[in-house]
């Protein structure tokens, strides 16, 4: 196993995780005044979490 590949499913996860609970919570994120929309987030965890995905069956071979 390659411990990088591990650990960047493993960032990748928590922050998707985070785009999640920013969706849950309903909390506001606003960058130089403009107001970040709640769907970002989503296509945020699509993306990131897919990535991980890909990262984590990189890691653990099929036998």
Known sequence: MKPFTILSAAVLSFIALGHL???L???EVIINGVHIPLWVSAI???FLAGLAC???RESHPRK
């Open 44 to 46: 945020a965890i699509l």
């Open 54 to 56: 890909m990262l984590w």
């Open 25 to 27: 919570f309903g909390w």
């Open 21 to 23: 609970l920013r969706i």
